[in-house]
């Protein structure tokens, strides 16, 4: 090992990839079950292995550079965003003249320039523009997000390649791996999603509470932090005083008057801590992005791509938590899957003859001893098929009720359906969301062992 440390730079020396081979070759008691050490394994996960990466932000950069400098070598990064001022603190592969290009453009280009061999194609549009066949050609899908919405879509696009056999265990050939980082101030998170074994993102969405909101009794009455205070400011006394004209954020003069407002109410409780940009953060939900915590999220992140395309080691299961605000404090959970979720879950197999019109199919859904599902209203692709309430898409969809299903759901021989009504629980009426996978028989495209073993 003694002086090998020459050439191992960016330059792509002979050792660039020691550290990486030696995890590669080495066999060991924790790699995945198909683990196969070899020299060859680099040079398989250049050539084979595809991901991308989602966002191109303060993650986004850190997971393209560390994805790079892991030995992966097709890379995609898709982000809407152009680059502000305010980004060049901690996304390090912009400077001051890329300020309004597109940030996926002018990171994938910085990777290149500094990573030998590398390629990175960038898109510059929405998330939502690329169609499932963008989607599906690649093997790894790596998040680098700030929302719960776009989180939330593209598990759906991945959970939507994921296909159960008859006994309802999942394909492991359809499942699309995610891994999905996320950081706020100091505290941040790393994950991994295969569909189908893991809780998806829709499993445990319950774990982003709803925005914090004070209590407005104490906020007039008992205000105990300086946030209490600024809040007391903007959301009461504010109409208080101007009567109807609307608070805005982005208005100097406004956010000048919670400021000062927010900062006689702390005095006259003797709470500490109110300032100027402390008022903007609260009133604007601000929370600052920290370089640091990005760079070890991302880390996590990255590694686990690597244990998913090699095998060198088992993933974490599931979930990684980073806080760093006093000391610093790591844990991995496993949180467990919703065995009903709406999006990876196997949902119940309908088998149906093509002719069944979707009257009758609603009828089967009401008598089916697993759904039980009465007044059901039918979307199929985001679209409805049929739905009971209101009463004006009530009439615009009653058409359809005399029309076989199949042709509704544009002739695809198998696909997932979803039904929305109320179930009998304890003489209770309570409304449920049911997936269901519906198979048309005797259409080609649907072999003998879909069926066979079908409800
Ligand atoms: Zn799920």
């Given at each position: 090992?003694?002086?090998?440390?020459t050439g191992s730079g960016g330059g792509g020396g002979g050792?660039?990839?020691?550290?990486?081979?030696?995890?590669l070759t080495r066999p060991g008691n924790i790699v995945g079950p198909t683990f196969d050490p070899s020299p060859e394994l680099r040079s398989?996960?250049?050539?084979?292995?595809?991901?991308?990466?989602?966002?191109a932000g303060g993650l986004g950069c850190e997971l393209l550079k560390d994805l790079a400098l892991s030995g992966f070598v097709n890379l995609e990064v898709i982000d809407m965003d152009r680059i502000e001022v305010s980004n060049l603190n901690r996304q390090f592969l912009f400077r001051l003249q890329d300020v309004g290009k597109p940030k996926?453009?002018?990171?994938?280009?910085?990777?290149?320039?500094?990573v030998k061999g590398v390629n990175i194609v960038p898109h510059f549009c929405r998330i939502e523009d690329?169609?499932?066949?963008?989607?599906?050609?690649?093997?790894?899908?790596?998040?680098?997000?700030?929302?719960v919405e776009a989180r939330s879509y593209i598990n759906a696009v991945a959970c939507t390649f994921l296909e159960y056999n008859s006994e309802d265990k999942p394909d492991e050939d359809s499942m699309k791996p995610i891994v999905d980082g996320g950081t706020e101030g100091f505290k941040g998170h790393a994950r991994v999603i295969m569909p189908g074994v893991t809780p998806c993102f829709e499993c445990t969405i319950w774990l982003f509470p709803p925005q914090v909101k004070f209590p407005l009794c104490t906020l007039a009455e008992t205000p105990r932090t300086a946030a209490h205070c600024i809040e007391y400011a903007h959301l009461i006394k504010w109409d208080e005083v101007h009567g109807g004209k609307p608070f805005d954020a982005d208005d100097p003069e406004h956010m000048q008057w919670v400021y000062s407002e927010a900062a006689k109410r702390a005095e006259l409780f003797?709470?500490?801590?109110v300032t100027y940009s402390f008022t903007q953060g609260v009133v604007k939900n601000i929370i600052p992005a920290i370089a640091s915590t990005n760079a070890i999220i991302s880390a996590a992140c990255t590694l686990e791509a690597l244990k998913i395309a090699s095998g060198c080691s088992k993933t974490m299961t599931n979930y990684l938590t980073y806080n760093g605000l006093e000391g610093l404090h790591t844990k991995v959970t496993e949180f467990v899957r919703d065995k009903?979720?709406?999006?990876?879950?196997?949902?119940?197999?309908?088998?149906l003859d093509p002719?069944?019109?979707?009257?009758?199919?609603?009828?089967?859904?009401?008598?089916?001893?697993?759904l039980q599902l009465s007044k059901a209203s039918v979307t199929h692709r985001g679209k409805n098929l049929y739905m009971q309430a209101p009463p004006v898409l009530e009439e615009m969809t009653r058409s359809n009720l005399n029309l076989p299903l199949y042709e509704l759901m544009d002739k695809v021989p198998k696909d997932v359906v979803h039904v929305a009504g109320t179930v009998n629980k304890d003489d209770k009426k309570t409304s449920a969301l049911r997936k269901l996978r519906v198979v048309f028989k005797g259409i080609d495209g649907v072999t003998d062992m879909d069926t066979a073993n079908g409800a």
């Open positions: 090992m003694a002086g090998s440390l050792n660039r990839w020691r550290d990486l081979d030696r995890l398989e996960l250049q050539q084979y292995v595809r991901v991308l990466v989602v966002g996926a453009e002018v990171a994938a280009k910085r990777v290149m320039e500094r690329k169609d499932l066949d963008f989607y599906n050609k690649f093997n790894i899908i790596a998040l680098g997000l700030d929302s003797g709470i500490p801590g009903d979720c709406l999006v990876c879950g196997p949902g119940t197999l309908l088998e002719s069944t019109t979707l009257q009758k199919f609603i009828e089967l859904v009401g008598d089916h001893p697993k």
